[in-house]
């Protein structure tokens, strides 16, 4: 499978093909707009966080999650387990095994990494990824998406229920809503905004912020290759991962902290069990 570059939260990016139905809490004025198809309502940050935890759950059981004595789980629990309770926001954390290179965070604080990704960064550079990630979380960005994904979906009667909490979504009203989030990429303006939340993550825990660069630098040289094709469609609504490597220098530069980051060993392999050896006492004869 070639690597790809999705470092963008998409909130349900591989349901398209997963056969989905789900009861979701929704609002009073979100099932109204999607019983009447109105293009314009109000929609919460937790309306937003029920559609994602499920959306979440089903990525998690179409997907192979790395267990919990698994390589890829230790080093994720060592680096980013302290921060599981960032900016207010509750986050759970887990590792796709899979060669994709990708990181994604919802809604509801859902953070998954793709062990492609933890094959090609080390520590630091996994957490300027990750502070990236939740920025769009932080940022409302990740709950403006879903809006704009239901918006555009105009699933006129989808809610069949008069329930002011519960909506019934059919497979294919959820395949239609992810076929939309899959095609709303955020905007520049709101990458470029992820970017200075994850320097700001990295200085503010005392970790090398100069890893966001390097990190950046590593996604420009996979623009070539084989992932050329792929990468190219993301910039029509993406920055250049090379001007926001350069931008994160210049943010480091600016605060004097700037210093050519040097990549760190790193591995992914759980260590090796260690047994103990039984001492024996032989007793002395009288």
Same mark, same amino acid.
């Given at each position: 499978?070639?690597?790809?570059?999705?470092?963008?939260?998409?909130?349900?990016?591989?349901?398209?093909?997963?056969?989905?139905?789900?009861?979701?809490?929704?609002?009073?004025?979100?099932? %109204?707009?999607?019983?009447?198809? !109105? +293009?314009?309502?109000?929609?919460? /940050?937790?309306?937003? #966080? @029920?559609?994602? $935890?499920? *959306?979440?759950?089903?990525?998690?059981?179409?997907?192979?999650?790395?267990?919990?004595?698994?390589?890829?789980?230790?080093?994720?629990?060592?680096?980013?387990?302290?921060?599981?309770?960032?900016?207010?926001?509750?986050?759970?954390?887990?590792?796709?095994?899979?060669?994709?290179?990708?990181?994604?965070?919802?809604?509801?604080?859902?953070?998954?990494?793709?062990?492609?990704?933890?094959?090609?960064?080390?520590?630091?550079?996994?957490?300027?990824?990750? %502070?990236?990630?939740?920025?769009? !979380? +932080?940022?409302?960005?990740?709950? /403006?998406?879903?809006? #704009? @994904?239901?918006? $555009?979906? *105009?699933?006129?009667?989808?809610?069949?229920?008069?329930?002011?909490?519960?909506?019934?979504?059919?497979?294919?009203?959820?395949?239609?809503?992810?076929?939309?989030?899959?095609?709303?990429?955020?905007?520049?303006?709101?990458?470029?905004?992820?970017?200075?939340?994850?320097?700001?993550?990295?200085?503010?825990?005392?970790?090398?912020?100069?890893?966001?660069?390097?990190?950046?630098?590593?996604?420009?040289?996979?623009?070539?290759?084989?992932?050329?094709?792929?990468?190219?469609?993301?910039?029509?609504?993406?920055?250049?991962?090379? /001007?926001?490597?350069?931008? @994160?220098?210049?943010?480091?530069?600016?605060?004097?902290?700037?210093?050519?980051?040097?990549?760190?060993?790193?591995?992914?392999?759980?260590?090796?069990?260690?047994?103990?050896?039984?001492?024996?006492?032989?007793?002395?004869?009288?």
């Amino acid at each position: 499978m070639k690597a790809r570059l999705l470092v963008a939260a998409i909130v349900v990016s591989t349901l398209s093909c997963t056969k989905i139905n789900a009861q979701i809490n929704l609002g009073d004025k979100a099932m %109204g707009a999607l019983q009447s198809g !109105v +293009a314009s309502f109000t929609f919460s /940050d937790e309306d937003a #966080a @029920a559609i994602s $935890k499920e *959306a979440v759950r089903k990525m998690d059981s179409t997907n192979t999650v790395a267990g919990p004595k698994d390589g890829y789980t230790l080093r994720l629990n060592r680096i980013f387990g302290k921060h599981a309770n960032e900016n207010g926001l509750q986050l759970n954390y887990k590792v796709y095994l899979t060669k994709d290179v990708n990181a994604f965070a919802t809604a509801d604080g859902s953070v998954r990494v793709f062990s492609g990704l933890m094959d090609i960064m080390d520590d630091n550079q996994l957490l300027a990824v990750i %502070g990236h990630e939740i920025g769009h !979380v +932080a940022n409302h960005d990740s709950r /403006d998406a879903m809006k #704009a @994904a239901l918006r $555009k979906a *105009a699933l006129v009667g989808a809610v069949s229920s008069q329930s002011d909490k519960i909506a019934k979504l059919t497979d294919s009203q959820y395949g239609q809503i992810a076929s939309v989030i899959i095609d709303n990429k955020y905007s520049r303006k709101q990458e470029s905004e992820a970017d200075l939340f994850s320097y700001e993550f990295l200085k503010r825990n005392k970790y090398d912020v100069n890893a966001e660069e390097s990190a950046f630098a590593i996604l420009a040289n996979m623009s070539g290759g084989g992932n050329a094709d792929f990468l190219s469609k993301m910039m029509s609504s993406h920055p250049d991962p090379q /001007d926001r490597a350069d931008k @994160a220098r210049a943010r480091a530069t600016a605060d004097g902290l700037y210093k050519p980051y040097v990549q760190q060993k790193f591995s992914n392999k759980a260590p090796a069990a260690t047994t103990t050896k039984k001492t024996t006492t032989k007793k002395k004869k009288k």
